[in-house]
Protein backbone atom coordinates (compact mmCIF):
# COMPACT_ATOMS: atom_id res chain seq x y z
CA UNK A 1 0.00 0.00 0.00
CA UNK A 2 1.58 3.52 -0.58
CA UNK A 3 -0.34 6.56 0.41
CA UNK A 4 0.74 10.46 -1.19
CA UNK A 5 0.26 13.28 -0.27
CA UNK A 6 0.49 16.37 -2.50
CA UNK A 7 1.42 19.95 -1.64
CA UNK A 8 2.78 23.40 -3.25
CA UNK A 9 -0.21 24.50 -5.15
CA UNK A 10 -1.07 27.93 -5.36
CA UNK A 11 -2.20 31.14 -6.99
CA UNK A 12 0.32 32.27 -9.56
CA UNK A 13 0.82 35.06 -12.04
CA UNK A 14 1.40 34.27 -15.69
CA UNK A 15 5.22 33.41 -16.22
CA UNK A 16 5.33 32.74 -12.30
CA UNK A 17 6.71 29.67 -10.84
CA UNK A 18 5.90 26.40 -8.35
CA UNK A 19 7.12 23.58 -6.92
CA UNK A 20 4.70 20.85 -6.13
CA UNK A 21 5.37 17.73 -3.92
CA UNK A 22 4.55 14.30 -3.14
CA UNK A 23 5.50 12.96 -0.12
CA UNK A 24 5.11 9.33 -0.54
CA UNK A 25 4.96 6.45 2.54
CA UNK A 26 4.49 2.89 1.83
CA UNK A 27 6.88 0.68 0.12
CA UNK A 28 8.00 1.72 -3.48
CA UNK A 29 10.61 -0.29 -6.17
CA UNK A 30 12.57 1.19 -7.99
CA UNK A 31 11.17 0.21 -10.97
CA UNK A 32 7.45 2.40 -10.01
CA UNK A 33 6.83 5.50 -11.93
CA UNK A 34 5.39 8.39 -10.26
CA UNK A 35 3.58 10.35 -12.28
CA UNK A 36 2.07 14.05 -12.31
CA UNK A 37 -1.77 14.38 -13.87
CA UNK A 38 -3.77 17.71 -13.99
CA UNK A 39 -7.17 18.40 -14.95
CA UNK A 40 -8.79 21.46 -15.83
CA UNK A 41 -13.18 22.05 -15.36
CA UNK A 42 -14.57 20.01 -17.75
CA UNK A 43 -11.72 18.66 -19.22
CA UNK A 44 -10.36 14.71 -18.98
CA UNK A 45 -7.37 14.13 -16.80
CA UNK A 46 -4.02 14.85 -18.35
CA UNK A 47 -0.30 13.43 -18.07
CA UNK A 48 1.86 16.14 -17.02
CA UNK A 49 5.33 14.29 -16.53
CA UNK A 50 6.61 10.80 -15.06
CA UNK A 51 10.00 10.05 -13.06
CA UNK A 52 10.75 6.10 -12.96
CA UNK A 53 11.69 5.66 -9.08
CA UNK A 54 15.56 4.90 -9.57
CA UNK A 55 15.48 8.44 -11.13
CA UNK A 56 17.04 7.48 -14.42
CA UNK A 57 14.21 7.80 -16.84
CA UNK A 58 11.48 11.16 -16.91
CA UNK A 59 9.06 11.86 -19.34
CA UNK A 60 7.01 15.22 -20.15
CA UNK A 61 3.82 16.19 -21.96
CA UNK A 62 4.76 18.24 -25.08
CA UNK A 63 3.04 21.73 -23.49
CA UNK A 64 5.21 21.48 -20.68
CA UNK A 65 8.53 20.45 -22.02
CA UNK A 66 11.16 23.28 -21.07
CA UNK A 67 8.65 24.54 -18.74
CA UNK A 68 8.52 22.19 -15.73
CA UNK A 69 11.25 18.87 -14.48
CA UNK A 70 10.45 16.43 -12.33
CA UNK A 71 12.74 15.07 -9.86
CA UNK A 72 12.63 12.56 -6.87
CA UNK A 73 14.60 12.56 -3.51
CA UNK A 74 14.72 9.03 -2.46
CA UNK A 75 16.23 10.40 1.37
CA UNK A 76 12.50 11.96 1.48
CA UNK A 77 10.29 9.54 -0.40
CA UNK A 78 9.50 12.48 -2.21
CA UNK A 79 8.61 13.59 -5.49
CA UNK A 80 8.87 17.03 -7.13
CA UNK A 81 7.28 19.44 -9.88
CA UNK A 82 9.06 22.12 -10.60
CA UNK A 83 7.25 24.82 -12.68
CA UNK A 84 8.55 28.05 -14.09
CA UNK A 85 6.91 29.90 -16.77
CA UNK A 86 3.59 28.97 -16.15
CA UNK A 87 0.74 29.87 -18.01
CA UNK A 88 -3.20 29.92 -17.52
CA UNK A 89 -3.76 26.99 -19.43
CA UNK A 90 -1.65 25.36 -16.98
CA UNK A 91 -4.82 26.01 -14.65
CA UNK A 92 -5.80 22.48 -12.84
CA UNK A 93 -5.97 20.83 -9.85
CA UNK A 94 -2.95 18.50 -10.02
CA UNK A 95 -2.19 15.35 -8.58
CA UNK A 96 0.35 12.71 -8.24
CA UNK A 97 -0.16 8.69 -8.38
CA UNK A 98 2.16 5.70 -8.87
CA UNK A 99 2.12 3.47 -11.30
CA UNK A 100 3.92 -0.38 -10.81
CA UNK A 101 4.21 -0.89 -14.98
CA UNK A 102 5.34 0.87 -17.33
CA UNK A 103 2.51 3.05 -19.08
CA UNK A 104 2.88 5.68 -17.49
CA UNK A 105 1.13 8.10 -19.81
CA UNK A 106 -2.30 6.54 -19.14
CA UNK A 107 -4.10 7.73 -16.19
CA UNK A 108 -6.02 4.20 -15.56
CA UNK A 109 -2.16 2.50 -15.05
CA UNK A 110 -1.93 4.12 -12.09
CA UNK A 111 -2.69 2.44 -8.41
CA UNK A 112 -2.34 5.08 -6.21
CA UNK A 113 -3.32 8.61 -6.17
CA UNK A 114 -3.04 11.44 -3.69
CA UNK A 115 -5.68 13.93 -3.33
CA UNK A 116 -4.46 16.62 -5.47
CA UNK A 117 -3.73 20.00 -5.23
CA UNK A 118 -5.06 23.29 -6.91
CA UNK A 119 -2.80 25.23 -9.42
CA UNK A 120 -4.59 28.66 -10.72
CA UNK A 121 -2.60 30.97 -13.41
CA UNK A 122 -3.85 34.71 -13.17
CA UNK A 123 -3.27 35.94 -16.56
Known amino acids: QVQLVESGGGLVQAGGSLRLSCAASGRIFSDYYVGWFRQAPGKEREFVAA????????YYLDSVKGRFTISRDNAKNTVYLQMNSLKPEDTAVYSC????????????????WGQGTQVTVSS
Open 97 to 112: AVERGNRYREARSYDY
Open 51 to 58: IRWSGEIT
